[in-house]
């Protein structure tokens, strides 16, 4: 048995699932999620708890069984308490701003970057700071929050691809927490030319 697949997701107070034709909703005070599953796999409510069972042993089979409780597991805690993903911007003349419904961003192109989120999504808590010695690099700080964990971090995703942290000197977009390793550059005029 997998040893995710086998334990039973509680349902908290508030929460209501509805499982029709391997088609499983969550409502909860945060939102509701909807999301088909493969027919091969059980789910089923026992006691106030969600319970995925699989037919066989097979691999494909085992490899169902732990997707698709952690899958339903991410839909009951989104549902509940949301998901969120933090990003840092550090760079001098690195800048955010957010719009009504957009965040607009200077990441050292010709252009400021619009992103818009998708429907569900909300980028919230855009700090920007000035350089100090504490935060000598932090030019902004912003979140990624919704209910649906795989849409939050797409977003997050496409966003720090705009402008990976480069290894030289750590500027660009990273999430909070990230360990970036750095480089040492280049060693210095060590001949100082031909005499």
Known sequence: MSRIGR???PIPEGVKVDIKDHKVTVTGPKGQLTRAFHPDINITMDDGKLVVERPTDRGFHRALHGLT???LANMVTGVTQGFQKVMELSGVG???SKQPNKLLMQLGYSHPVEI???PGIEITGVETFTPTAANEWLSAR???SGIDKEAVGELAAKIRALR???PY???GLKYRGERVRRKAGKAGKAGK???
């Open 7 to 9: 334990m039973p997701i």
């Open 69 to 71: 409780r952690s899958l």
């Open 94 to 96: 690195y800048r955010v």
């Open 116 to 118: 818009v989120p998708p």
């Open 142 to 144: 912003f979140a990624v």
């Open 164 to 166: 990976a942290v480069e």
């Open 169 to 171: 000197k750590g500027k």
């Open 193 to 195: 030319g031909r005499k």
